[in-house]
């Protein structure tokens, strides 16, 4: 990871720049992700392709990419959410399509199976988490994801 204000390279999980003092990802003259200069009007990184701004934006691969907040969702609150109700981080993040279909059919299971799908939920739960985990983390990191993406 690079500052974002003083292209200073940093650790991943730095939160203050120790060259400038600045958090890593509040400035727009340099690419998180390889430490080349940019602009303020740039959405991406033109030597490496990080998402610089956050933005959604379709590809030609059916669904959407989702970019990076600013600010950036919380990994720990995305996949807290997403344990009390799944689908929820993912909704919060843009996977909206993804969270409503895991919630749905998380419910359709149960119903169907007269109540035994109960017996899966905390799997569910687990997997939700996790996978919301892993998105609001790469997505923290400058990456960008599809709206369908897991883990």
């Not at 203050?16 to 890593?24: E, R, S, W, Y």
């Amino acid at each position: 990871m690079h500052c974002r204000t003083c292209g200073n390279e940093l650790v991943d999980t730095a939160v203050v720049c120790t060259k400038c003092g600045c958090a890593p990802k509040t400035g727009d003259k340099f690419c998180n992700s390889c430490g080349s200069e940019t602009n303020p009007e740039q959405v991406v990184c033109v030597k490496c392709g990080v998402a610089l701004k956050g933005a959604i934006r379709q590809s030609s691969g059916g669904g959407g990419d989702i970019s990076a907040s600013d600010p950036p969702k919380d990994p720990t609150m995305m996949c807290v959410l997403s344990v009390l109700l799944v689908g929820l981080g993912q909704i919060l993040m843009g996977q909206t399509a993804k969270g409503i279909t895991m919630l749905v059919g998380t419910s359709l299971l149960c119903i169907v199976t007269c109540g035994y799908g109960l017996l899966l939920v905390p799997f569910i739960w687990i997997i939700s988490g996790l996978d919301a985990y892993k998105i609001a983390t790469k997505l923290q990191n400058g990456h960008t994801v599809n709206t369908w993406e897991f883990f």
